[in-house]
T-cell receptor
């Protein structure tokens, strides 16, 4: 099993550009999450999904969009990149039975 | 509003001694707590968890203690090893919710 796979690993964006961070899991987990990690700020929840077609906002959703059309995939969309979105983004999933969360290895995004 | 707090950004411990990492929370609705370990350039990995119906959970060298009245949990690592050097995050899950809220992390350095 690959677990949670995130692509790309690194990306540099110019201000105003858009991009999609990809996340896929092969564990048939119902719940999926997007977090961002800023230095000294821990992991902040951006969006999460409890199943295909269902998404909800986390602590810091502004500037992001998500969709969940399949159980496996949970892409995160940045429409108008801003320097404040420079961060490391982690996707995670968990089964219907509950914790723990399983994380991918992250996408390091720089917006200049 | 930081609901889960790790007030020590860093901790250094001699190899073989005990490492104690602390975590405080403010939301009394949290009923499940987890500890994650994170190495550079990798995603967080699950370490140990505890339900609010318990006050202690042990797994090998790792023990988590929960003091509900103080809204405090701690992770004990005995004996500490150089490979334990990493950033440790505590996380909390509210009853009937799917949102994992993370602390800001503590960087542990185990000195050989």
């Amino acid at each position: 099993n690959a677990g949670v796979t995130q692509t790309p690993k690194f990306r540099i964006l110019k201000i105003g550009q858009s991009m999609t961070l990809q996340c896929t899991q092969d564990m048939n987990h119902n719940y999926m999450y997007w977090y961002r990690q800023d230095p000294g700020m821990g992991l902040k929840l951006i969006y999460y999904s409890v199943g295909a077609g269902i998404t909800d906002k986390g602590e810091v959703p502004n500037g992001y969009n998500v969709s969940r059309s399949t159980t496996e995939d949970f892409p995160l969309r940045l429409e108008l990149a801003a320097p404040s979105q420079t961060s490391v983004y982690f996707c995670a999933s968990s089964p219907l039975t509950g914790p723990p969360l399983h994380f991918g290895n992250g996408t390091r995004l720089t917006v200049t | 509003d930081q609901q889960v707090k790790q007030n020590s950004p860093s901790l250094s411990v001699q190899e073989g001694r005990i490492s104690i990492l602390n975590c405080d929370y403010t939301n009394s609705m949290f009923d499940y707590f987890l500890w994650y370990k994170k190495y550079p350039a990798e995603g967080p990995t699950f370490l140990i968890s505890i339900s609010s119906i318990k006050d202690k959970n042990e797994d090998g060298r790792f023990t988590v203690f929960l003091n509900k009245s103080a809204k405090h949990l701690s992770l004990h690592i005995v004996p500490s090893q150089p490979g334990d050097s990493a950033v440790y995050f505590c996380a909390a899950l509210g009853a009937g919710t799917y949102k994992y809220i993370f602390g800001t992390g503590t960087r542990l350095k185990v000195l050989a």
